[in-house]
């Protein structure tokens, strides 16, 4: 069975300071891991993936994501948060040995609050 | 640019009633799915169509019915709604790869009392 794992529900950061939202994983493949970021009354807005390739994936808004397989994780990063990053943010994890899109398994959400 | 539309985005309904929500999608993706999102417990899978005249239960499918009704569409049923399925329902699409992502719609907010 495939887990997603964001251990901290709320993350507090100044704006202009560097943020990371953590994330951790567990598939019995190779794994294809997905950020989404949700605005208050809105739908998962899509904001980067690692497939293969460079550990350091870029994304949109000035977010970057660093896979790291040995850990099992895929942080979540930004150099400066603005406050209009303040949204709850997803990290997902589907097998890449399914062949199919079937499950994409969802973390519970990180809860990110830039202030002032 | 539509992308995935969900309809309605509020609902009441009371214990028993039944309801159908609607999903439907303009980007030609081959793989639609139903989640529910409830505090704490992130998105949990419903039912999702691989492809046109085809569906599957997902992790959470009890009290719940889809129809993938052609390409564009695919629909979720309650038939007779319960206090538990109160949640924020979310409707996506996709390509049909497993490394692709997902464009999920803006959510309907179903209350059940």
């Known amino acids: 069975a495939q887990s997603v794992a964001q251990p901290e529900d709320q993350v507090n950061v100044a704006e202009g300071n560097p943020l990371t939202v953590k994330c951790t994983y567990s598939?019995?493949?190779?794994?294809?891991l997905f950020w989404y970021v949700q605005y208050p009354n809105r739908g998962l807005q899509f904001l980067l993936k690692?497939?293969?390739?460079?550990?350091l994936v870029k994304g949109s808004y000035g977010f970057e994501a660093e896979f790291n397989k040995s850990q099992t994780s895929f942080h979540l990063k930004k150099p400066s948060a603005l406050v209009s990053d303040s949204a709850l943010y997803f990290c997902?994890?589907?097998?890449?040995?399914?062949?199919?899109?079937?499950?994409?398994?969802f973390g519970t959400g990180t809860r990110l609050q830039v202030t002032l | 640019n539509a992308g995935v539309t969900q309809t309605p985005k509020f609902q009441v309904l009371k214990t028993g009633q039944s309801m159908t929500l609607q999903c439907a999608q303009d980007?030609?993706?081959?793989?639609m799915y139903w989640y529910r999102q409830d505090p704490g417990m992130g998105l949990r899978l419903i039912y999702y169509?691989?492809?046109?005249?085809?569906?599957d239960k997902g992790e959470v499918p009890n009290g719940y019915n889809v129809s993938r009704l052609n390409k564009r569409e695919f629909s979720l049923r309650l038939e007779s709604a319960a206090p538990s399925q109160t949640s924020v329902y979310f409707c996506?699409?996709?390509?049909?790869?497993?490394?692709?992502?997902?464009?999920f719609g803006q959510g309907t907010r179903l209350t059940v009392v």
């Open positions: 598939v019995s493949g190779n794994p294809y």
């Open positions: 690692y497939i293969t390739g460079d550990n």
């Open positions: 169509s691989a492809s046109e005249g085809t569906t």
């Open positions: 980007m030609n993706h081959n793989s």
């Open positions: 997902a994890v589907r097998d890449a040995n399914t062949g199919t899109a079937s499950k994409l398994t």
């Open positions: 996506a699409s996709g390509y049909g790869t497993a490394n692709t992502e997902a464009f």
